[in-house]
């Protein structure tokens, strides 16, 4: 399978060795159309929108490269390609061929390659190149264990790679490949020997002593030199204007970086053979130090930093600022008290723009490198995912609404233009409920806010159905974007809660630290003040309301079904219910610790706050979901809560989803799990004599070859 058409490619060098002005694009003849009304969303319309994000702005500001993955429920697989679309506007044009997936674009600082991550034939995760002069996509890299993550140097002639240490059979597979022999059988694996305090991972599992670390790999020689080493992970790589040295990331404690979350900004000289055993430590901040920029002149890096350590994860993240050198850090956001994200130096290094979660929403923000002030390019009742930043003051920027999926968007001085259209012709055909963002008064007088949709044809002062949706984390927040999951409520005749309670990311670490310890008190406070609110509203029917969520918003489930039983329905998925049994079984043991203390030690508060021991209270008929191999919030959890809701003879039914972490890829996985949503709160919150679980769905067909 091809990475690039021959047309494409030739498209590719065609279109940029132009000016962008002389670029045309011919119009397309009308045609005659009859309005088609606009219907309901379904569950088969999940598959068809396609997720746009990753924006990268060329070095000249004349184009985005993007990626565009593409839930294939047939194949039940997902494919990611990219897509480059002109700052200009017009038709965006595929660079990578359908059958391969790819991710990461970036562009060489030269301009001349736009490079990526691909693996073909079941291969390793590569960086391949695609040149501007044309041609086909051509394999740059042929590690054995894959790269991770990469960067390129200023001059374009190197990058950085990132790398985990190989396993035994990933050299001896790429030995065999340089031989050119057949491949081995596979074998019996071996056990696995544990003998770090961080022992698990989501979406990894068990975790050994193979580390990540930076490598420089040389365009012309081909050559791979290893710049750091140890029992450390390094990540986040960033050159310095110079191509002299890389600032990263790394949790370097001693005696053992597996007991706490201390990550620092150290830097190391890209040239040094020695494997990183000279280095630079530029933050001694003891709490989370990460995302590395480097200002223009190279004197200053600024990065995101955990301050209050205690806090945990509760904590507000701040953007801050230290000499390249080591030195005094200034925290530059105290006052604002909203956690940011990916911070970057303007090309004249006067001011640090950021993302920043804020009061349901994610803009894009700006500071000066002194302090002060904080503006907003790009602010509003919307969600910046991720952004690119152009020399001349540009941004590339993945953006989301409540009514329309995130698309690619340009901003040039105060304009902001939306290039792609990726789901356009699939939202034009639906019927969706508008959001609307409310603020309501909990039990307490705090004042709390979410997001509330009523159903897509809802009739004024008509009493609904209505579901309350806890959002996961606890810290975290909803939105202001497109969710399929809360208009396929609305389609279905539902209004949809959805509170951003204490706990929540977005008000300040105050409002966000008030359940430390605490979890299922003033939280569900503050849910129960949103359903009273829609209720008051005269929105909410009372005597048909359901409750369900995932990850913490199951565990928040769960909790509001042991202290009420006002809802005719929950679902839980990826829930906690049994605190002190997930303590060595999850990958949470840290935060175990700092939150709740030893369990041995401090086992009062562990079944205090474990909703398994209210489960008696649990009258809720309640579906129970999760996946087999979630790490996160392992199934011995929902296995549990299904034995006693059975044991005590109520109404329950457990689904377990082979194959799936915490978060579900499977599209086969996904439409299930949707369709049983709809078939449990049609029978228990509707009242409707459709069946609570709906027919048992075929398997898809086996893939060629299997």
């Not at 056990?191 to 012309?220: E, N, S, W």
């Not at 969600?383 to 009514?403: F, H, P, R």
Request: proline residues 7%.
């Amino acid at each position: 399978m091809k990475l690039m058409s021959p047309m494409a490619s030739v498209l590719f060098a065609w279109v940029l060795s132009l000016p962008v002005c002389a670029q045309q694009y011919d119009a397309k003849p009308a045609s005659v159309t009859v309005p088609v009304p606009p219907r309901a969303i379904s569950i088969d319309d999940y598959f068809q929108i396609r997720d746009v994000a990753q924006p990268e702005l060329s070095p000249d500001g004349q184009w985005v490269a993007y990626t565009v993955r593409t839930k294939m429920l047939k194949e039940d697989k997902n494919e990611q390609r990219l897509w480059m679309v002109s700052t200009h506007g017009g038709d965006p044009l595929p660079m990578t061929a359908e059958g391969v997936s790819s991710s990461h674009p970036r562009w060489s600082p030269d301009g001349k390659y736009l490079s990526f991550l691909s693996s073909r034939n079941e291969g390793k995760s590569q960086v391949w190149l695609l040149n501007r002069v044309g041609g086909e996509a051509v394999r740059l890299t042929e590690t054995p264990q894959g790269v991770n993550d990469f960067e390129w140097s200023p001059d374009s002639t190197r990058l950085v790679l990132v790398l985990q240490d190989p396993k035994p059979e990933d050299a001896e597979a790429a030995k065999d490949r340089d031989k050119e022999k057949p491949a081995s059988k596979p074998k019996t694996p071996p056990p696995f020997v544990i003998d770090r305090l961080q022992f698990k991972q989501d979406a990894v599992g068990y975790l050994d002593r193979r580390r990540t670390h930076l490598y420089v790999f040389d365009l012309a020689s081909k050559n791979v030199t290893q710049i750091t080493s140890g029992d450390y992970d390094d990540n986040e790589p960033a050159w310095s204007p110079d191509g002299k040295s890389l600032a990263f990331t790394s949790n370097r404690s001693v005696p053992d970086p597996d007991r706490n979350f201390n990550t620092d900004i150290w830097v190391v000289a890209a040239n040094n053979t020695d494997k990183g055993a000279r280095l630079t430590q530029v933050t001694t901040n003891l709490g989370a130090d990460r995302s590395p920029t480097w200002s223009p002149d190279g004197k200053w890096i600024a990065f995101v930093s955990q301050t209050d350590v205690k806090a945990i994860d509760y904590a507000t993240h701040h953007l801050a600022i230290a000499p390249s050198t080591g030195g005094e850090e200034k925290v530059l956001t105290l006052a604002f008290d909203r956690t940011v994200r990916r911070p970057r130096f303007s090309a004249d290094g006067r001011s640090i723009y950021f993302l920043a979660e804020d009061d349901g929403t994610q803009n894009l923000c700006r500071i000066a490198v002194t302090g002060g002030e904080i503006t907003r390019p790009i602010g509003g009742r919307l969600t910046v995912a991720s952004y690119s930043l152009g020399k001349n003051g540009s941004v590339a920027a993945q953006i989301g609404v409540s009514e329309r999926p995130e698309e690619i968007y340009f901003l040039s001085g105060n304009d902001l233009t939306r290039l792609t259209k990726t789901n356009d012709a699939l939202i034009s055909q639906l019927k969706l409920s508008q959001a609307e963002y409310v603020h309501l008064k909990s039990k307490d007088g705090t004042q709390v806010a979410g997001y509330l949709y009523k159903p897509v044809d809802y009739a004024p002062e008509k009493k609904v159905p209505t579901l309350l949706n806890p959002h996961g984390g606890p810290v975290g927040q909803y939105t202001a974007e497109f969710d399929h999951l809360v208009q396929l409520y609305a389609a279905n005749g539902y209004a949809v809660l959805r509170p951003n309670p204490r706990g929540s990311s977005g008000y300040g670490q105050k409002f966000c630290e008030a359940i430390f310890a605490d979890w299922g008190n003033k939280d569900f406070q503050d849910d129960m003040a949103m359903v009273d609110y829609a209720i008051a509203q005269g929105i909410a029917d009372p005597d048909k309301l359901g409750v369900g969520g995932w990850s913490y918003g199951g565990i928040s489930t769960n909790f509001i079904i042991t202290q009420t039983t006002r809802f005719k329905g929950a679902i839980t998925g990826a829930s906690e219910v049994l605190y002190v049994a997930n303590y060595g079984h999850d990958h949470y043991q840290k935060l175990w610790e700092l939150e709740l203390g030893l369990p041995w030690e401090n086992r009062a508060l562990y079944e205090k706050i474990s909703p398994f021991n209210k489960v008696t209270n649990i009258t809720t008929p309640t579906l129970i979901m999760g996946g087999e191999i979630d790490w996160n919030v392992p199934i011995i959890n929902s296995e549990q809560l299904y034995q006693a809701l059975k044991r005590l003879g109520r109404t329950t039914e457990l689904v377990v989803y082979p194959g799936e972490y915490h978060g579900f890829t499977t599209p086969s996985h996904i439409k299930d799990r949707l369709e049983r949503y709809l078939a449990w709160y049609a029978h228990f919150v509707k009242g409707e004599s459709v069946p609570a679980t709906p027919p048992a769905q075929s398997a898809p067909a086996p893939k060629s070859g299997e």
